[in-house]
């Protein structure tokens, strides 16, 4: 990517939105192990609640410091990791492109996700905004950090899938 697409507003949150569906596809169509390929290899990654956010704590319910720690989850979760089969759907909406500085892009977007268990109705699983900070490379875009913050007063359901 140039420093002229990069600085091209327009042209960045059309990339953005492209990225941010494909990120949704991979996860809703359960390629778990292609998700990690969609961050650098010292991102981090967390899901944490907006009343943690807003006070400054770290502490959420997913927290990957790294790539491999990604890899990590994915293997868990194929492997190790017992639940009941599950699909879910992800609406990403209102990207928005907040500050780009060189090579690295801060977005922001929402998001809801809904999940569908094969015994009862859909239902909104969480809903909240991805706080982003990517990196532009040769290869495309990747995310250097992604804080998923979640306005649910409680998860409903364990937390199996990334968000």
């Not at 990590?72 to 209102?94: C, K, Y």
């Not at 977007?109 to 809904?114: I, Q």
């Not at 009862?120 to 040769?138: C, F, H, I, K, S």
């Not at 998923?148 to 007063?153: F, I, K, L």
Request: charged share 30%; glycine share 4%; aromatic share 10%.
């Amino acid at each position: 990517m140039t420093m002229t697409e990069i600085s091209d507003t327009p042209a960045l949150r059309a990339r953005l939105r492209d990225f941010y569906d494909d990120y949704a596809y991979c996860l809703d169509e359960d390629r778990l192990e292609d998700w990690p390929g969609f961050f650098t290899e010292d991102c981090h990654y967390r899901v944490l609640s907006r009343e943690n956010h807003d006070a400054g704590l770290p502490l959420g319910l997913i927290y990957c410091m790294n790539k491999n720690m990604l890899r990590d989850r994915v293997t868990a979760l194929r492997e190790t990791t017992m639940f009941e089969p599950r699909s879910l759907r992800h609406f990403i909406s209102g990207v928005r492109v907040l500050e780009v500085q060189g090579d690295h892009i801060v977005a922001q977007a929402n998001f809801a996700v809904m999940e569908s268990l094969s015994d009862r109705e859909p239902t909104l699983n969480m809903v909240g905004r991805y706080l982003d900070v990517l990196r532009a490379t040769p290869e495309g875009l990747a995310f250097s950090r992604r804080d998923c913050v979640y306005d649910n007063y409680r998860v409903r359901t364990s937390l199996i899938v990334p968000i």
